[in-house]
C-alpha cells in the first residue's frame, strides 16, 4: 500500500496537518495510535460523518491503531453550532444515542488483530471528575484569548445571542479528551472534519503543556457538492445511517442521484476503489456519462458499506421492478414502501376502475386520456398491461395489501394505496 498520507492526499481527504512532515515519520516507523471521536448528538450519524468513519478504516488498514470516541460527555453539553446554542437532552436520551451510534460505528473497524480498534466513551472520565478537578487539573492550561479566537467561538459571540459559558467550554473537554486517551492509550493523533481544527489544537497544545509530547492533528476538509452547497441533504433533511430514519432504498437513490461534476471525487472519498478503478470511472463519466456507471458503482459501494450486501441486491431489484425488469411481487413490503414513497398517489381499494387510478394519481389528466393509454398498449398495473378501459384493481394488485405500482409508457410511475 502507498503511504497512506499520500494516500489521504490523493483522495482530497487532507486539510490542515499540524506537522505533516514529523506526522508522516511517525507514520513511517508506526503503529500510531490515533482517534476521532462522534458526539451523539442524534439518535444515528448521517453521511457526513462517513469521512471520519472510512478514514480511520483506511488508517487502521496501513497498519495503525484506531480509538473510536462516542461521546457521552461532550454530547451532554454539544459542540457549539455556527448561529444558535444547542437544545439539550436529558442523559437516558444522551445514553441511549450512545448505544445507537456505537453499533453504527462497529462495522466500519476492525476489533480483533495487531492494530485492533477500541471504543471509548469520554463520560468515563468526566462523569466522576469535580468541577474543582476540572479547573484546575484542566482548565489552568487554557488561555482565555486562544479560546475566543477560535473561529466558531469568534462567530458566536458576534451574534445576537452570543454563547453560554457551557458551549464556550466544550474545547476544553475535547482536548482533555486527546490527553487522557494518550496517558491512557499512547494517543497521539486525533482526525476529525476541518470544523473542528480549532478543537484539536486544544487537545495538542494540552498534551504539550501537561506531558510535553508533541502530538498530532489531521483534518478533512467538509465535502461539499460542486456548486458549493453542502454535501448531504436531500429533499426530506439530513440522510441517516440509521435505516430507520433513511431506508436503504432512498439512501441508494441519494448516491445514485450524485452529478456528474461530483462523482469522481465522491468515489474518492467515500469508496475504497483503486486508483486506477477510478480512473476508469471517471473516464466512462467523460465518454458514457448517460450510462451513469460511476453513480451506480458509488451508490452500491456504500450502500454496501452501510447497510450490507443483502439490501444493496434488495434496492437494485426493486428499482429494476418499478420499470419493468423484475417482479414487484417478490419485494418485502418495507423495500417496496420504500421504493413508491416519493411517487405521485391516490387512495384506492380492491374494485376501483383502474381508469379511475391513474386520473387520481395524475398519470394522466383525464379519463379519456387513461382509455387512450390503454388503447395504445401504454398503461400497467405492476408491471403487467391492462388491456380493457373497464378493468378494476383486484384483490391480488394490492401488494401487501396496500400498494398498486401504476405506469404510463416507460418511465411515467404513480402508486395506488389502499385506504
Request: aromatic share 8%; net charge negative.
Amino acid at each position: 500500500m502507498t503511504d497512506v498520507l499520500d494516500e489521504l492526499h490523493w483522495r482530497g481527504l487532507v486539510a490542515q496537518t499540524t506537522d505533516e512532515a514529523a506526522l508522516r515519520d511517525a507514520l513511517s516507523e508506526g503503529p500510531v495510535t490515533y482517534y476521532a471521536g462522534f458526539d451523539p448528538t442524534a439518535q444515528s450519524l448521517h453521511v457526513g460523518h462517513l469521512v471520519q468513519l472510512l478514514n480511520m478504516r483506511r488508517v487502521q488498514m496501513a497498519g495503525h491503531k484506531p480509538l473510536a470516541l462516542v461521546g457521552g460527555a461532550t454530547g451532554l453539553i454539544g459542540d457549539p453550532r455556527p448561529t444558535t446554542e444547542r437544545s439539550m437532552q436529558s442523559r437516558d436520551v444522551v445514553a441511549g444515542w450512545v448505544e445507537r451510534i456505537r453499533a453504527q460505528i462497529e462495522p466500519f473497524l476492525d476489533f480483533e488483530g495487531p492494530y485492533a480498534a477500541r471504543m471509548v466513551n469520554n463520560l468515563d472520565w468526566t462523569g466522576e471528575m469535580s468541577a474543582i478537578d476540572f479547573l484546575r487539573d484542566v482548565g489552568k492550561h487554557f488561555r482565555v484569548g486562544t479560546m475566543i479566537s477560535k473561529d466558531i467561538v469568534a462567530r458566536r459571540l458576534r451574534s445576537d445571542e452570543g454563547i453560554s459559558y457551557t458551549e464556550f467550554s466544550y474545547q476544553v473537554l475535547q482536548g482533555m479528551d486527546f490527553r487522557e486517551l494518550y496517558t491512557r492509550f499512547g494517543c497521539t493523533l486525533q482526525m476529525g472534519g476541518n470544523d473542528q481544527w480549532g478543537n484539536l489544537l486544544a487537545g495538542v497544545e494540552l498534551i504539550r503543556k501537561t506531558e510535553g509530547v508533541a502530538a498530532h492533528a489531521l483534518t478533512s476538509p467538509l465535502i461539499t457538492k460542486a456548486d458549493g452547497s453542502k454535501m448531504g441533504k436531500s429533499e426530506g433533511g439530513a440522510v441517516w445511517l440509521d435505516p430507520e430514519l433513511t431506508s436503504p432504498y432512498a439512501f441508494y437513490q441519494f448516491w445514485l442521484n450524485t452529478a456528474d461534476a461530483d462523482v469522481v471525487r465522491y468515489l474518492k472519498v467515500f469508496t475504497f476503489r483503486t486508483r486506477d478503478e477510478i480512473a476508469e470511472l471517471e473516464q466512462a463519466v467523460a465518454e458514457r456519462p448517460f450510462a451513469r456507471e460511476a453513480q451506480r458503482t458509488l451508490a452500491s459501494d456504500v450502500t454496501t458499506l452501510v447497510h450490507g450486501q443483502g439490501a444493496t441486491d434488495a434496492v437494485i431489484a426493486a428499482s429494476q421492478a418499478l420499470f419493468g425488469r423484475g417482479d414487484l411481487g417478490s419485494l418485502d413490503a418495507r423495500t417496496l414502501g420504500a421504493a413508491v414513497a416519493e411517487l405521485p398517489r391516490t387512495t384506492a381499494k380492491a374494485g376501483d376502475l383502474v381508469v379511475d387510478a391513474f386520473v387520481g394519481s395524475g398519470l394522466v389528466a383525464s379519463k379519456a386520456a387513461a382509455r387512450r393509454a390503454i388503447a395504445e398498449g401504454g398503461a400497467y398495473v405492476n408491471n403487467v398491461k391492462v388491456t380493457s378501459e373497464e378493468q378494476v384493481l383486484e384483490p391480488d394488485d394490492l401488494l401487501h395489501g396496500r400498494y398498486a405500482v401504476l405506469r404510463r409508457g416507460k418511465k411515467t410511475l404513480a402508486v395506488a394505496v389502499a385506504e
